[in-house]
């Protein structure tokens, strides 16, 4: 038998490596921008489209989908042509795929400042983009299953498990989770509400975390740490068992994101538990990774790309101990709606993601244009800024985290709140914003050090776009050699990618379906109606402005947070938020009890400038809603899908909504004429007013020291 000869395709390896160079450098640059706002309004640049509510958004799409999908789609297409000893399945479906996915990007980046948003947190982008990632992540998987399937190489290594973890349950994942009823072409509501949309959403959340951002880099690592290292993997056992455990237990976690929450407590307990058992297979990983250098660390002292490896591995152990740290409810309890959430989470992104991209980058591009790196300084440097970076950020915000947390809880000896004012802290923490935002300035020089240094690599070289290799075919199985069930599941993709889905589903369906499909777990509220048709506009303005990135909207019951805010949220409360709308960090006060707290004077100057009734706030103005008219043309759609979801509107309400809305509208304009503002009923600032003077009213609420 002779071998057979074939070619290897790298330009669609170059294309996604210099698409995540360009993305990395444009989501970065958003986040440093969107870091500086939160101590320096004035570079919110007092227009609609750079505030902080509508960049965060699109700085943590850029980061996540754009750098890291098009560093995954990079290493992946790299190493599966190598490790299957084979070209890609089809160059037309590669070519599709890139494409494809550089097209949902600039719709990202077009759609989220125009404020365009489900307000789902790593899930923010509209339906007919959800239907886009959808197509083109079939395509992704259609052409690395029709590789596997004409594959030289019998046998799937490690990193090919990982890859097929994350395509299958990235696809339920995003499935589950787009559950919504369009409205327009770019207004859709989620189907769930309130407690089952946000336990929805953090399952998707959390395993967005594990299978985007952790599993494909894991099957990276495996791959590119051996042969950066020339050393084989430490353990395949070890592989083993990390894999199932960790695509097992992972799926689990997400409701460690809301506890304290009215989500029924059996759920957060299985999240907790869960998460705490996170750590072994987690850790197994790192293990594996750093032990696989046994030997070499005379070469990692003066590589620098295996400086970033090791950088890069050393912070995924502690992301992943201090994840299930946070998850217990104690620690929770401080942490939760701080900036020790945010230190947490860059840790994991600008070490874990960051670091390993940062390699492999360095590693590949010089071996597909047939050249030695441009520069080994340049590459040494930026490992040090870039991990000078890090410490700067991450330190200022655990130290943030810590003093807000603790502020917020502490009472005098009198039984009162010693920090009454929410504002109180956010202007004690002022100074660590600053050093966070000089540790992403090190760590984008780093980038911008790295883009140059890979140019020139790629000067001073010639692309390889089909690079020869030949290998013997495919040789038929032998079952009587094949001993083991893993080892005979490694070689039967399809059953391998069945098992996989077996193992992430079985945790999905016991803890989504009983909140999804039991009423009783979600209890009605008599006095908790809809919300009225022009409070239904002002929510939707709330979702478009990106308010909820500030500001959350449930109360926790602890003590602290009740004699701040009021009574603690109960899960009835939510059973018309389509979607819902609890926050994930408090940079503001909470505002689940803001209703009736303020005149509608008061809200109509804190939105046109926030510092005239809160001196020192870091809030944007917002005064393009005192001049920017209504679209009541929608109202007629948004009450028929309302209805469609189960919000009680009456049959025919949408007929006389709009007067409605209208009858509702002059009163608050009547109202703020008393305190000689004048304003039409028509204009947006009304619709918010009305929909910030509802939040909370439903219930009784304590009556609270101060905002």
């Given at each position: 038998m002779q071998p057979e000869k074939f070619y290897y395709d790298n330009k669609i390896v170059r294309n996604f490596g210099i698409a995540t160079i360009v993305w990395g450098i444009?989501?970065?640059?958003?986040?440093?921008?969107?870091?500086?706002?939160?101590?320096?309004?004035?570079?919110?640049?007092?227009?609609q489209y750079t505030t902080f509510g509508r960049i965060r958004p699109l700085h943590t799409n850029a980061v996540i989908f754009a750098f890291v999908g098009n560093a995954i789609f990079m290493g992946v297409y790299y190493s599966l042509q190598?490790?299957?000893?084979?070209r890609m399945f089809s160059t037309f479906l590669s070519s599709l795929h890139f494409w494809g996915w550089q097209l949902i990007i600039v719709s990202a980046v077009i759609t989220l400042p125009l404020g365009f948003t489900t307000s789902h947190e790593y899930a923010e982008l509209e339906w007919p983009i959800d239907i886009a990632i959808t197509v083109i992540w079939v395509v992704f998987g259609i052409n690395m299953f029709g590789t596997i399937f004409k594959r030289r190489e019998r046998h799937l290594y490690v990193a090919i498990w990982f890859y097929i973890a994350t395509f299958v349950t990235i696809a339920v994942l995003h499935i589950v989770n787009s559950f919504e009823l369009p409205v327009s072409p770019f207004k859709s509501y989620m189907v769930y509400a309130g407690v089952q949309d946000a336990l929805v959403q953090w399952w998707y959340g959390h395993n967005a975390v594990a299978f985007f951002l952790t599993t494909p880099y894991l099957g990276m690592m495996y791959y590119f740490l051996p042969k950066m290292a020339n050393r084989p993997v430490y353990s395949y056992k070890l592989s083993i068992l990390h894999f199932w455990a960790l695509i097992f237990i992972y799926i689990?976690?997400?409701?460690?994101?809301?506890?304290?929450?009215?989500?029924?407590?059996?759920?957060?307990?299985?999240?907790?538990?869960?998460?705490?058992?996170?750590?072994?297979?987690?850790?197994?990983?790192?293990?594996?990774?750093?032990?696989?250098?046994?030997?070499?660390?005379?070469?990692?002292?003066d590589d620098a790309i295996l400086k970033f490896m090791v950088v890069g591995l050393t912070a995924y152990g502690m992301a992943t101990f201090e994840g299930p740290m946070l998850s217990l409810k104690q620690i929770n309890g401080l942490a939760h709606f701080t900036d020790w959430i945010v230190a947490h989470v860059h840790v994991g992104a600008l070490g874990w993601n960051g670091f390993l991209t940062f390699a492999i980058l360095y590693w590949l591009i010089p071996r597909i244009y047939k050249t030695e790196l441009y520069s080994k300084k340049m590459a040494s440097f930026h490992f040090w800024i870039g991990t000078l970076g890090i410490l700067f950020y991450a330190i200022p915000m655990y130290w943030a985290g810590f003093t807000q947390g603790l502020m917020l809880k502490e009472f005098t000896p009198e039984g009162m709140l010693k920090y009454p004012s929410f504002l109180e802290t956010t202007l004690r923490i002022i100074p660590m914003h600053v050093m966070r935002s000089i540790g992403g300035t090190f760590y984008l020089l780093g980038v911008i050090v790295m883009?140059?240094?890979?140019?020139?690599?790629?000067?001073?070289?010639?692309?390889?776009?089909?690079?020869?290799?030949?290998?013997?075919p495919l040789e038929p199985i032998n079952v009587a050699t094949e001993s083991g069930w893993h080892r005979k599941l490694e070689r039967r993709p399809i059953q391998l990618m069945i098992a996989a889905l077996i193992v992430i589903l079985i945790g999905t369906v016991i803890e989504l379906m009983p909140t999804l499909t039991i009423a009783s777990n979600v209890p009605t509220i008599a006095s908790v109606k809809p919300y009225?048709?022009?409070?239904?506009?002002?929510?939707?303005?709330?979702?478009?402005?990106?308010?909820?990135n500030c500001h959350s909207q449930t109360v926790r019951p602890f003590r602290s947070e009740t004699e701040r805010y009021g009574e603690y949220s109960k899960a009835g409360e939510f059973v018309y938020d389509h979607p819902f709308l609890w926050g994930s960090k408090r940079t503001g006060?909470?505002?689940?009890?803001e209703g009736q707290k303020y005149g509608n004077a008061?809200?109509?100057n804190h939105m046109m400038d926030p510092r005239l009734m809160s001196p020192g706030?870091?809030?944007?103005?917002?005064?393009?809603?005192?001049?920017q008219t209504l679209d009541t043309t929608t109202t007629v759609a948004k009450i028929n899908a309302m209805r469609t979801l189960g919000v009680p509107y009456a049959a025919g309400y949408e007929h006389k909504a709009n007067q409605d809305l209208n009858n509702q509208a002059q009163q608050i304009a009547d109202n703020l004429a008393k305190d000689k503002i004048k304003v039409k009923n028509d204009k947006e600032i009304i619709a918010i007013i009305a929909y910030l003077q509802r939040l909370g009213v439903d219930i009784k609420a304590n009556k609270p020291q101060s905002k």
């Open positions: 444009i989501g970065m640059t958003v986040g440093l921008i969107a870091a500086i706002q939160l101590f320096k309004p004035a570079m919110n640049m007092g227009n190598r490790l299957l000893k084979a689990w976690a997400g409701p460690h994101h809301l506890l304290y929450t009215s989500l029924p407590g059996w759920a957060q307990s299985l999240g907790v538990a869960f998460s705490i058992m996170l750590i072994a297979p987690s850790w197994g990983g790192m293990i594996n990774g750093l032990l696989t250098l046994r030997g070499a660390w005379d070469k990692v002292r883009a140059y240094n890979l140019t020139r690599t790629m000067m001073q070289g010639k692309l390889v776009a089909n690079e020869p290799a030949e290998s013997m009225t048709p022009l409070e239904l506009q002002g929510r939707d303005i709330y979702i478009r402005e990106g308010c909820s006060p909470d505002l689940a009890r008061w809200h109509y706030s870091i809030m944007p103005n917002y005064d393009w809603l005192l001049t």
